[in-house]
């Protein structure tokens, strides 16, 4: 299934893609996509009722609605740094020897098509097309790739948006880089993990003004995803509804000679196979 959640930011309501342009409202039924739904086994429970009424014909153009974010607001958002070694070598740094983590505020979650903004003081904003994995069950201590898989409710499109001058000139705190406001559009949809037969071979692309910047495979990863989620299990307690952000491939702003960086008034346009497309402009500080 591919879940999406339509309607005006912070009043968005659960849905699922049926067809091109076309969905079934599940709001009646689901209060969201959240920790409630994933931890108490929504994604199966919903699959009859979204049958059901595909094949009665209770469906809804999607149209122009504003497409938010497929998950509402998660406990965490964890990412990985450096999982794609052209992607280190890029920035001048060693392939790293376990994942590296480095958390994100929940609140930089927005959709798809919203405006990315930049922030106040900032100079260096730059881009990251990236795999994000959708916890599905309360985790701690997998024991291998396999119960890791088990654990994934579903796989999402991100733009991990970065302020490098705020994330490497700042005392080195990732954190400050990557949780300004609007730094995480996410979707248009969750996928399913049954709708991927092979989430290590799909390509994924950034366009910045109509030229690509990035262009790469999830096979370039150095970790698995299901590698990533049990890793990260043996460190805290993954929470349904979590998102983490998997890594980018070569082609992000700073890697450019002179560096590249996001000005207002720039669109992104970003796609990885199975999963949708996303567009996001750029706009001023506030």
Not at 12 to 37: G, N, R
Not at 41 to 61: D, K
Request: charged share 20%; proline share 7%.
């Amino acid at each position: 299934m591919k879940l999406l959640r339509i309607g005006a930011l912070g009043a968005e309501k659960p849905a699922a893609l049926v067809a091109e342009d076309w969905y079934v409202d599940l709001s009646d039924v689901v209060t969201d996509f959240d920790e409630s739904f994933f931890g108490s086994g929504g994604i199966a429970r919903i699959r009859s009722i979204v049958a059901e009424r595909h094949a009665l014909g209770q469906t809804h153009r999607l149209g122009s609605q504003r497409i938010g974010a497929p998950i509402a607001r998660p406990h965490q958002i964890l990412c990985v740094g450096l999982n794609f070694r052209d992607h280190a070598a890029e920035t001048g740094q060693p392939v790293p020897r376990e994942p590296i983590l480095f958390t994100k505020s929940p609140n930089t979650m927005v959709g798809p098509y919203d405006d990315v903004r930049i922030p106040r003081g900032a100079t260096k904003t730059d881009w990251e097309v990236e795999l994000g994995v959708v916890i599905g069950t309360r985790s701690s201590y997998l024991e291998s790739d396999e119960a890791a898989r088990a654990a994934i409710a579903g796989w999402v499109l991100v733009n991990d948006i970065s302020e490098r001058a705020f994330q490497l000139e700042r005392n080195g705190q990732w954190l400050k880089g990557k949780s300004s406001e609007t730094f995480n559009p996410a979707g248009p949809w969750l996928v399913t993990t049954d709708e991927i037969e092979r989430i290590s071979s799909l390509h994924m692309w950034l366009d910045v003004n109509g030229v690509r910047r990035q262009d790469g495979t999830t096979a370039a990863m150095i970790f698995h995803p299901y590698t990533i989620v049990r890793y990260i299990s043996q460190f805290l307690v993954l929470e349904p509804g979590d998102l983490i952000n998997t890594g980018t491939p070569p082609g992000v702003g700073m890697s450019f000679d002179p560096p590249i960086w996001l000005q207002p008034g720039d669109v992104m346009d970003l796609g990885i196979d199975g999963l949708g497309r996303q567009r996001q402009k750029v706009v001023a500080p506030r």
